[in-house]
Structure formats: C-alpha cells, structure tokens
C-alpha cells in the first residue's frame, strides 16, 4: 500500500474523553487532598473540612474546580488542569474560566498538574489566565444554520 493510501487509525473519540475525564477527576482530587492537609496543618481545620470538589458536587459551570479556603479565610477558588506529560504541556481553558479568572483575580490560582502517573507534581499561577497564560484561539463553537 502507498504511503498516500493509508487509512489513519479510527479514534474512538468517547474512550478518549472518559480518559481525560478521569484524569482531570483524579488531579482534582489530588488537589483537593492537598488543600486539605494545608489548611489542616496550618490549624485551619474547620476550613479544611469545607474545601470541597464544586466540579463534582455542583457541576462544571463554576469556571473552577475546588472551593478551597487561604488560612485568613477568604476564598480560593482553584481550577485544576492536569496531564500526563510535562509541566509545559499546553493545556486548553474554557471561556467561562477566562471571564472567572479575570473577575474573582484576587481568588483565582490554576493548578497545573503534570507527570500525573509518573511521579504527579503541580505548580500554582495566581491570578487571571490572561495575566499567567499566553492564549491561543484554537477552536470555534459552530452551529448549524
């Protein structure tokens, strides 16, 4: 068969999500217990038993992942994007978490979790996306006509 003759493997598009959502469930939680244990260990324990997962207990609508607490007690709203590859993997970012990011700044840290099955590590970016996060429009919302 010709190089020009090749079918390209099929994709199964569905495995390949329920993939990722897994693995953006499991970075979560990763975090989640992470927040917990910082605020615990700074004395902090009755916020450590409010941070919760708001991705799974009220939905992915909220522009962030967990709801999580700085020891003064204010907000601190984490979203979490997590790979399997490197720290500078790129990663994609809804609108929605953009407009939260730039509205609630002051609150807002991205968790960037890398080397997940390897030896899981994240770094923090405080701040609006667009302030910490070179972005590229690399997709269209298309509706039918």
Known sequence: VRESQRVPPAVD???REQRNRSL???GEELVL????KRLWTAGKKRLADRVEQVSATR???LGYD???FEESGEDRLIEVKTTRSGALQ???VTRNEVRVSEARRE????Y??????ADPQFFVLDGALPEVCELDGVAFEARVK
């Open 13 to 15: 598009y569905i495995e």
């Open 24 to 26: 953006g469930a499991a």
């Open 33 to 36: 217990n992470y927040e917990h």
């Open 59 to 61: 939905g992915d609508h």
């Open 66 to 68: 967990v709801h999580s």
């Open 90 to 92: 790129p990663f994609f």
């Open 107 to 110: 609150e807002y840290h991205l």
């Open 112 to 117: 960037r979790v890398h080397r997940f099955e």
